[in-house]
């Protein structure tokens, strides 16, 4: 009897402890909570860029593509192509009137449902973000339109697309009130190397297509969406985490429907042509991101495919012209030279030749004046005087010109333009005394003398080599 009473008071012990333990445990919550929230009101995050003014993300720099996030939720689910999108949105035009409102609105990404320029910004914000989306006609377009469907899912991707899509004018800038409310992207993982390779290539086709429109931004967005299908499936151990991960989450897609499993040589062809792909759409990734002036990033993308392949040689052209753009013009011509030792007849080789060389001949040139003025303490007026003294042949009229717009006026300019002026002073001054000129005649007479003036005050700023004849 004792041990069960004993027993029983162990029990009641270990309970208390627990339910001690739990109410501890969420106290700590609740301060941790609270801690949290006080770090958050004291040191909010920065702003993102786009809340400072409206950004300009056009390829030419032109404001014809403006994006403005009123609200951010920083939670970094970002659209992209083939990705599930639901959208409330407000289409006005630039003086305020409504022409479409629409809440919850659902589509697919990238195959037509809205213009190229609402996606171009659309993809810039993340899920439950607020923005303003300034559009001009200029994006207002559906390129892929004009692109033939190479497959029947793309086909009926795209009937659905245009049985979708919103009707808008397309001939005047438009202004998108947009709130992000949900995000699904679409993933390679799982497909089967046929569906993968069918993916990929299709992304390249439409982003050669933009290039070639040059959509640099849009181009590099289906490269960089159309890599993410080239990549081998983790283990499938680590496959059964990332699907369990996703049961838990929301899901819109309709789930997969399960395919056998190819022949292991079939696979092995593919995979063969995958790399074929994977390597033309690394290159685009090259080509887009020197289109776009990102220099650094094409150079880093070039180094890493010559890693693997020494002597690619559209690889070595690509980072010649990221080079290029870095000013590295020594290296850029290695790579050059090095096209050139493997295709002795590649013409665009030695055209980018040709081009450093101009480039470094220009760059000497700058040098030569800076290290010239330092050297010699001379004024750019002075180097302009010095130019202006080796000048042969022409008219006198043609040098005194040339010389009086570089500030290289001579004591003989002064005595001439004095005379001349001195003249039409005499001149005006008989109309004035003599001559009935009327109104009209003491206007023209009163602008003469003001520019007679106006004359010498300008000789008088420009005149460096009569204080130099003083200095001397």
């Known amino acids: 009897e004792e041990d069960y009473e004993t027993e029983g008071l162990n029990g009641k012990e270990e309970e208390e402890e627990e339910e001690e333990e739990e109410e501890e445990k969420e106290r700590r919550n609740k301060f941790l909570e609270h801690g949290l929230k006080e770090a958050a009101?004291?040191?909010?995050?920065?702003?993102?860029?786009?809340?400072?003014?409206?950004?300009?993300?056009?390829?030419?720099?032109?404001?014809?593509?403006?994006?403005?996030?009123?609200?951010?939720?920083?939670?970094?689910?970002?659209?992209?192509?083939?990705?599930?999108?639901?959208?409330?949105?407000?289409?006005?035009?630039?003086?305020?009137?409504?022409?479409?409102?629409k809440k919850r609105f659902e589509f697919v990404m990238g195959c037509g449902v809205f213009?190229?320029?609402?996606?171009?910004?659309?993809?810039?914000?993340?899920e439950g973000d607020?923005?303003?989306?300034?559009?001009?006609?200029?994006?207002?377009?559906?390129?892929?339109?004009?692109?033939?469907?190479?497959?029947?899912?793309?086909?009926?991707?795209?009937?659905?697309?245009?049985?979708?899509?919103?009707?808008?004018?397309?001939?005047?800038?438009?202004?998108?009130?947009?709130?992000?409310?949900?995000?699904?992207?679409?993933?390679?993982?799982?497909?089967r190397w046929d569906e993968k390779n069918e993916y990929s290539l299709r992304l390249k086709e439409e982003g050669n297509e933009y290039f070639s429109n040059g959509n640099y931004s849009i181009a590099l967005r289906k490269y960089e969406k159309g890599i993410e299908?080239?990549?081998?499936?983790?283990?499938?151990?680590?496959?059964?985490?990332?699907?369990?991960?996703?049961?838990?989450?929301?899901r819109r897609r309709k789930p997969r429907v399960k395919k056998e499993k190819l022949l292991k040589e079939r696979e092995d062809e593919l995979k063969k042509q995958r790399d074929i792909t994977k390597n033309q759409i690394e290159l685009n990734i090259c080509a887009a991101k020197i289109k776009r002036k990102m220099f650094g990033e094409a150079l880093d993308s070039t180094n890493y495919l010559i890693k693997e392949n020494p002597n690619?040689?559209?690889?070595?052209?690509?980072?010649?012209?990221?080079?290029?753009?870095l000013k590295q013009y020594d290296e850029a011509i290695h790579d050059f030279s090095t096209i050139c030792r493997l295709e002795p007849e590649n013409s665009e080789a030695k055209k980018q030749l040709s081009k450093i060389e101009k480039l470094?001949?220009?760059?000497?040139?700058?040098?030569?004046?800076l290290y010239r003025r330092m050297f010699n303490d001379k004024t750019e007026e002075q180097e302009n005087l010095e130019q202006i003294k080796e000048i042969k042949g022409g008219t006198a009229l043609e040098r005194f010109l040339i010389s009086f717009f570089t500030g290289g006026v001579t004591s003989q300019h002064i005595m001439i333009l004095n005379v001349s002026l001195g003249l039409l002073l005499l001149w005006a001054v008989w109309?004035?005394?003599?001559?009935?000129?009327?109104?009209?005649?003491?206007?023209f007479i009163f602008l003469l003398v003001g520019l007679i003036f106006s004359v010498q005050w300008v000789l008088s700023m420009v005149d460096v080599t009569k204080k130099e004849e003083k200095n001397e």
């Open 130 to 191: 607020e923005a303003k989306f300034t559009v001009s006609p200029q994006h207002l377009t559906f390129h892929l339109d004009s692109r033939k469907p190479s497959s029947k899912e793309e086909e009926s991707q795209r009937s659905e697309a245009k049985l979708k899509r919103i009707s808008i004018p397309l001939t005047k800038t438009l202004v998108f009130q947009v709130k992000l409310n949900y995000v699904e992207a679409m993933r390679g993982r799982g497909l």
């Open 360 to 369: 470094q001949q220009g760059e000497r040139e700058k040098e030569k004046k």
């Open 229 to 250: 299908f080239t990549f081998d499936d983790p283990s499938e151990d680590v496959m059964k985490i990332l699907e369990e991960m996703n049961d838990e989450e929301e």
């Open 312 to 325: 690619n040689v559209k690889a070595l052209y690509r980072r010649g012209q990221a080079k290029i753009g």
């Open 431 to 443: 109309l004035a005394v003599f001559a009935d000129v009327g109104i009209h005649g003491y206007i």
């Open 41 to 101: 009101e004291k040191n909010p995050p920065p702003p993102h860029p786009f809340f400072q003014k409206e950004q300009d993300i056009s390829d030419k720099g032109d404001n014809s593509l403006l994006v403005f996030i009123s609200k951010e939720m920083h939670k970094g689910n970002r659209p992209d192509d083939f990705g599930i999108v639901e959208i409330d949105f407000i289409i006005q035009d630039e003086e305020g009137k409504e022409i479409m409102n």
């Open 115 to 126: 213009p190229d320029g609402f996606e171009s910004c659309l993809v810039g914000i993340s």
